[in-house]
């Protein structure tokens, strides 16, 4: 079982930028699509960004695109998630797990990494 640890969150005014990191356990991360998820206080869970197994191909929510950019490295084990223009709104803690769109397993949630931007 793949073991998943989020890190990189922190508080920062809007317009600013942070970089998320999602480091992996186990040989199996290269096999699958990956994606970053949110979830705002009293909120449900939503998607943010997918990446597929080779990370030639992305995909975002409305919400972060032309904001966020995802990327991964497989020998690392890790995921990233480049977050620019932050927005008040991306207040969240943010996870990682398998892409839904192209994986029809999930790995146990990590702990997330609180984001917090100040207006």
């Known amino acids: 079982q793949v073991q998943l640890v989020e890190s990189g969150g922190g508080l920062v005014q809007a317009g600013g930028r942070l970089r998320l990191s999602c480091s992996a356990s186990g040989r199996t991360f290269s096999s699958y699509a990956m994606g970053w998820f949110r979830q705002a206080p009293g909120k449900e869970r939503e998607f943010v960004a997918g990446?597929?197994?080779?990370?030639?191909?992305?995909h975002y929510a409305d919400s972060v695109k032309g904001r966020f950019t995802i990327s991964r490295d497989n020998a690392k084990n890790t995921m990233y998630l480049q977050m620019n223009s932050l927005k008040p709104e991306d207040t969240a803690v943010y996870y990682c797990?398998?892409?839904?769109?192209?994986?029809?397993?999930?790995?146990?949630w990590g702990q997330g990494t609180q984001v917090t931007v100040s207006s």
């Open positions: 797990n398998t892409d839904p769109m192209f994986a029809a397993t999930s790995f146990a």
């Open positions: 990446i597929n197994w080779s990370g030639y191909s992305t």
